[in-house]
């Protein structure tokens, strides 16, 4: 099973590219960087850690 790569914030709905730095928990919810770091890195849906999402090449989809 691949990794969902989701292309917008769920806070605040800034647009995320494949190579965008994002955070993610182990449910795939999707964070920027600036909402990760506003939240301690804690997702507020499930209260587990957010980890930096792997980098993905823009042609693969």
């Known amino acids: 099973m691949a990794l969902e790569m989701k292309t917008e914030c769920e806070r605040c709905n800034q647009a995320l590219d ?3 730095e994002a955070w993610i928990c182990s449910y ?3 964070f920027c960087a600036p909402c990760s770091a506003e939240m301690k890195n804690r997702c507020p849906n499930c ?3 957010l980890q930096r999402r792997p980098h993905r090449s823009s042609d693969i989809t």
Do not use: P
């Open 28 to 30: 795939e919810c999707t």
């Open 18 to 20: 494949h190579d965008s």
């Open 47 to 49: 209260g587990g850690d």
